[in-house]
């Protein structure tokens, strides 16, 4: 197992906060589901031309989701009972204000239930964190004196503070960001398939290429990142080694053999670092542009089809 993965695995020992932030996951999730839902009878109407009243839109969606042959069973439990659709109001201008207030809220919901999700993770990440930190101080200063003469202090100082710095960062990333991105792709996809299943079946088929073309700039920067903290470590050591014994080096005139050291590992810091620059300049922007590809293909699609079904019923 990596050591990250096991560094990973002390955030359970915060069971309560962890089922606290998957709950809220899951509610975000629900909230951004059920307001793309919400927002389809509002776009429909807009595209359409129609001005329907909240009576015509629930029944509508009690159609839709009667003839739904994907998720069909999951869908049964969002139908609008008749005796409540008999009870909204009229007006297809009320209808529309009712929606979107109804969204409003939904949006404050699911923004609050997205705070406390990362405010909970943080806190989980921090005390995490925080064990380790202590647990890596505990361990060097009972490490044997003669390896940390031989060593010197600047590596074990570098991994109590700037190793479990990027390891609270990773698990940031992990908790924080990665689960709820994962939990809100879930429910746009349950909901891209509600609506139209062909289509996003077949806009799914990007999906490899894209997390091969993912995979792959990830595994580089992954690569170049390591060996950069490499030589950024060497280089803290030798910048504390020299500054430690400034006096040695005034007394000896050797500012210019320290000058030059620390220079050659300097400018090694910068190769590493220039190695992933590309990867990481071209990461965002390629997958905005295979996605914008994808759109692009789909609209052409979907326009041959309507097309081609307007002049068929035309002749």
Known sequence: ?????????????YR??????????????????TGLLGALPVVESIIGGEHKELAALARDWNAKVNDANVLHGLLQAFRIPEDVIVRLPTGPFTALACIMGALCLL????????????????????????????????????????????????????????????LGDG??????????????????????????????LISAL????????IRRLGKKIKKGAGRALESQSELLGIANETLGGLRAVKVNTAERLAAGRFH??????????NKVRTAR??????????SIFLLCGLVLAAGHLIIHSSSTFAV
């Open 171 to 200: 698990l940031n990333m992990l908790l924080s960001k990665g689960v709820l991105q994962v939990f809100k792709g879930i429910a746009a996809f349950l909901v891209a398939l509600a609506m139209s299943w062909p289509v996003t």
């Open 264 to 273: 050659r590992v300097n400018k090694r810091v910068l190769a590493e670092l």
């Open 206 to 213: 990007v999906a490899p290429i894209l997390y091969t073309i």
């Open 16 to 33: 309560l906060l962890m089922v606290g932030a998957i709950c809220m996951v899951f509610l975000s999730a629900v909230s951004l589901s």
């Open 1 to 13: 197992m990596s050591p990250f993965w096991s560094f990973a695995r002390r955030m359970f020992r």
């Open 281 to 290: 300049a071209v990461a965002s922007p390629l997958t905005e542009m295979l």
């Open 107 to 166: 949006a404050v919901f699911g923004s609050l239930t997205t705070f406390l999700h990362a405010y909970l993770s943080l806190t989980i990440v921090n005390r995490t964190v925080t064990g380790i930190r202590r647990e890596a101080f505990h361990a060097i200063i009972r490490s044997p004196l003669a390896r940390m003469v031989n060593e010197g202090a600047t590596d074990a100082v570098s991994r109590i503070v700037n190793d479990t710095r990027a």
